[in-house]
Structure formats: structure tokens, C-alpha cells
């Protein structure tokens, strides 16, 4: 019986570990409310590797509707999502932790590619994104709110912490993975929902990437948006938009 415990057991992890090397796909999409479709632009990026100039990938751009239609779904998702218990929250992100830990090279790879980094760099930044995943992941049991003095007898001042809301990002492309995800795990683990646009160099490592890793991790759909398109059309539209952050 043990035997078969064990043999079962060990079948189940190789099972697990086919899946989670079977790399990501499917970046010629942009990420809304929990499902990959094209961006209604009629416009397309050719996201090259800015070495060999390859193309990487051909990704369909997003317009002002798709921009308006992430921040609708970050608004309906986020009340649910902050009473999500905060050892659930934890979980999630130790989980994307633990697939950025099985898909590190695929990671750095995409690095490497899109972004032009040395593998010493990249992976660095893999190091840095990772850490503050996990850090984040202890974020939901770490809230605290002070008892403060109060000047009417017999009653006491209590602080409350309570998430902004919906949180929108515009992330550079010179460390694209982890300063995106520095912006990204934090605010999530701490209930609130968010839009990120990438830097157009590094719409893959800055934003879709991660956005199938906290997928995979199951974020529930609308805590986590990614879109991309040009700055001109939709860079300056998260500072105008109803969002209660800017990052």
C-alpha cells in the first residue's frame, strides 16, 4: 500500500511537471477579465528581439474601448476579491512564486529575447521578481491598525487598512518583469485589482507574461488586466480614468 502511495504520488508530480514546462502562448493576445482575445485596434506590434531584430511575436493592439472595458472589469472584480480571505490571497501569490521558481527559464529566456539582458541580468531580475512575489504573499496577514488615544472618556480611536481599490500601472521596459511585478504583487496581495499597460519594448516580459503566471496560479478573473497599445492612444488614458492609485 505504501508502494502504491508513493508510486501514485510520484506519477502526480511528473504529471505536474509536463504541464508546467509546456511554455506559454497565445502573446499575440492582450489579458481582460480573465480571458486572452485579440485588441479591437486595427493596428499590430511586431515585438522583435532587439539583437537579431526576429520577430517574436505579432500582437494585436488594444484602443480606448478595451482600456475602458479592463478598468469596468477591475471595479467588478475588486469588492469580492479584497473579502477573499486573506490566507486564500497568500496562496495565490505563493503559487505564482512557485511557477515562476518552475518556468525560470522560459522567463529568463523571454528576457534574454525581448528585452534585450544578458543572461546575468536576467537573471537577476528573475531573483528580484521572485522575492517580491513571495514577500507579497505575506503581505495579507501583515495588515495592522493602530488603537489611537481619544479625548471622549470611556471610547477609543481604531484604525482601519483598507485596499485604494483599482489600481492603474504604466511599467518601464529596462527591468520590465520585476518592476512590474514589484508594482503588481504587492497591490493585489493587498485586495486591491489592477490595470497595467507595459512598455511597448517590453509588452511580453513587462505585462503578459505575468499575466499567465498569476493565471495559472488562479487569480480570479478581473483582479488582474494587461493591455497593450500605444502610448498615444491609451498611455495618458489611466491617468484620466476612475481608478483610485496610479502607479
Known amino acids: 500500500m505504501l508502494a502504491t502511495t ?15 514546462k509546456k511554455p506559454f502562448d497565445g502573446f499575440e493576445n492582450i489579458f481582460l477579465n480573465g480571458k486572452w482575445r485579440h485588441g479591437s485596434s486595427d ?21 480606448e474601448g478595451d482600456l475602458n472595458e479592463a478598468f469596468d472589469a477591475a471595479r467588478h472584480a475588486q469588492p469580492n476579491w479584497c473579502r477573499m480571505l486573506p490566507a486564500d490571497r497568500s496562496k495565490i501569490l505563493r503559487r505564482a512564486a512557485d511557477i515562476m521558481e518552475r518556468r525560470r527559464e522560459e522567463i529568463v529566456g523571454w528576457l534574454i529575447r525581448e528585452s534585450g539582458s544578458t543572461r546575468i541580468k536576467a537573471n537577476v ?33 481604531r484604525v482601519y487598512r483598507q485596499p485604494v481599490g483599482v489600481v492603474g500601472m504604466i511599467s518601464p521596459w529596462n527591468f520590465p518583469f520585476h518592476l512590474s511585478s514589484r508594482s503588481i504583487a504587492p497591490a493585489i496581495a493587498l485586495g486591491n485589482t489592477v490595470v497595467i499597460k507595459p512598455a511597448s519594448d517590453t509588452p511580453v516580459t513587462g505585462g503578459l507574461l505575468l499575466g499567465k503566471i498569476y493565471e495559472e496560479a488562479g487569480l480570479p ?12 492612444v491609451i498611455g495618458a488614458n489611466p491617468a484620466r480614468a476612475l481608478v483610485h492609485r496610479l502607479n
Open 125 to 157: 531580475e528573475w531573483q528580484y521578481a521572485h522575492g517580491i512575489t513571495l514577500e507579497a504573499a505575506t503581505f495579507p496577514s501583515r495588515i495592522e491598525g493602530p488603537i489611537m488615544p481619544c479625548d471622549i472618556p470611556g471610547k477609543e480611536n
Open 43 to 63: 493596428q499590430a506590434y511586431e515585438n522583435t528581439n532587439p539583437y537579431t531584430n526576429e520577430v517574436l511575436v505579432r500582437i494585436h493592439l488594444a484602443n
Open 221 to 232: 478573473a478581473g483582479v488582474l488586466n494587461v493591455v497593450i497599445g500605444q502610448g498615444s
Open 6 to 20: 508513493v508510486f501514485m504520488a510520484t506519477a502526480s508530480s511528473t504529471a505536474q511537471q509536463a504541464i508546467s
